[in-house]
C-alpha cells in the first residue's frame, strides 16, 4: 500500500515535472539489492552451517535454487542443499519482494491513465508486470490499489482537513480496531477498505497523536526495509544457534517473548549498521551511477555513427 501510493504519487507528479524513467528504475534497484544481496548471502552461510560444509543434492539443483533465491524469488523459494524450510530462515518475508517489482514494472502503464506517456522502451516491462500478474493471480494486488486510491485521496482539501481533526482520529482508531478484533487476518475486501481508510488519514496529515511526529518514529522509519529483511535471521539465530532448538521449546510464553524483546534492540541496532552501511551509500549512487551509464550510452552512440560513416 506504501508502495502503491508513493509511487503513484509520482506518476500524478508526472503530469508537471518530466519523470526520469530510467533514473526511477535505477534507483528501485539501489534500494531493494544491495541489502536483499546481504541477507541472501547471510541465508546461504547460514544453510552451509546447517549442512556442515556437505553437497547433499546435485550441484545444478543447487545452483537453480541459488539463481531463484537471487532473483527475488520470483519463480519460488526453493530449500537449498536439502535443508528443509529454507525460508523459515527469512520468516519467509521475501514473498512480498517479486509484488513490490511488479508493480514498478507496471508504472508505465498506469501513467497512461494520467495522461503520462512513457518512453516506449519502459512498456515492455509493463507488460511483463501485466503477463505475470495474469498467471499468478494474487488478492495481493489490491492492496497496491488502496495505495493508489489513497495517493488521489490525499489531495482533496475535504480529506485533509478531515484527517487532522477529531473526527479523523476517531475514524483511524475504530478502523484498525475493527481490522484487529473483528478479521482472523489482514487480507480481505473489507479488511482493504479499512486499512485504506487507515492509511489515507495517515497519508494526508494525521499523526496518530502525534507519534508518528516523534524523532523515533522516524528514525525507525529509515531502517524499516532492514528490521523487515533481517528480523527473521535475527529469530532464527537467536533460537536455533544462540539458545539451541530443544532449550527454546521448553521455554514458557513470558520466557519466549522476554528472549523478543530483548532481541528487539539489537535488531534495531543492526538495521541502523544496515542502513548505513549498505543502503544510503548505494541509495546516494543514483544520481552519479544515472549519468555514468548515459554517457557510457551517448559514447557508444557517437563511435557507432562514427563507424557507419566510415564505412
Known amino acids: 500500500m506504501i508502495t502503491g501510493f508513493l509511487f503513484f504519487s509520482k506518476i500524478i507528479e508526472a503530469r508537471l515535472t518530466k519523470i526520469d524513467w530510467f533514473r526511477l528504475f535505477l534507483s528501485r534497484l539501489l534500494r531493494l539489492v544491495p541489502l536483499y544481496s546481504l541477507?541472501?548471502?547471510?541465508?546461504?552461510?547460514?544453510?552451509?552451517i546447517l549442512s556442515n560444509g556437505a553437497l547433499n543434492e546435485p550441484l545444478p539443483k543447487l545452483l537453480l535454487g541459488v539463481i531463484k533465491w537471487l532473483a527475488f524469488t520470483f519463480v519460488g523459494a526453493p530449500d537449498i542443499n536439502g535443508v528443509?524450510?529454507?525460508w523459515i530462515i527469512v520468516a519467509g518475508v521475501t514473498w512480498s519482494l517479486p509484488y513490490e517489482w511488479l508493480f514498478y514494472f507496471s508504472l508505465p502503464i498506469l501513467a497512461f491513465?494520467?495522461?503520462v506517456i512513457?518512453?516506449?522502451?519502459?512498456i515492455?516491462?509493463?507488460?511483463?508486470?501485466i503477463t505475470y500478474a495474469v498467471y499468478h493471480p494474487s488478492t495481493y494486488y489490491l492492496s497496491f490499489i488502496g495505495g493508489i486510491?489513497?495517493?488521489?485521496l490525499v489531495r482533496v482539501a475535504v480529506v485533509r482537513r478531515l484527517a487532522v481533526g477529531g473526527t479523523g482520529s476517531i475514524v483511524l482508531v475504530a478502523s484498525l480496531v475493527a481490522i484487529v478484533s473483528a478479521f482472523p487476518s489482514a487480507y480481505g475486501v473489507p479488511q482493504l477498505f479499512l486499512l485504506t481508510a487507515f492509511f489515507t488519514l495517515i497519508a494526508s496529515g494525521n499523526s496518530v497523536f502525534g507519534l508518528l511526529l516523534t524523532p523515533a518514529?522516524?528514525?525507525l522509519g529509515n531502517f524499516s526495509y532492514g528490521i523487515y529483511l533481517l528480523h527473521g535471521i535475527a529469530l532464527f539465530v537467536t533460537f536455533n544457534f544462540a539458545l539451541g532448538l530443544p532449550q527454546a521449546s521448553e521455554l514458557s510464553v513470558e520466557q519466549h517473548w522476554s528472549v523478543v524483546v530483548v532481541l528487539t534492540p539489537l535488531l534495531v541496532f543492526v538495521s541502523f549498521l544496515s542502513f548505513k552501511f549498505v543502503e544510503y551509500p548505494a541509495m546516494l549512487k543514483t544520481a552519479c551511477l544515472t549519468r555514468w551509464i548515459r554517457s557510457i550510452g551517448d559514447r557508444l552512440?557517437?563511435?557507432?555513427?562514427?563507424?557507419?560513416?566510415?564505412?
Open 39 to 48: 541477507v541472501v548471502s547471510l541465508v546461504f552461510l547460514t544453510v552451509f
Open 84 to 86: 528443509e524450510r529454507t
Open 113 to 115: 491513465t494520467v495522461g
Open 118 to 122: 512513457p518512453p516506449f522502451i519502459y
Open 124 to 129: 515492455g516491462l509493463a507488460f511483463f508486470s
Open 149 to 152: 486510491a489513497a495517493s488521489l
Open 217 to 219: 518514529a522516524r528514525t
Open 301 to 311: 552512440r557517437v563511435a557507432s555513427r562514427r563507424h557507419l560513416g566510415d564505412g
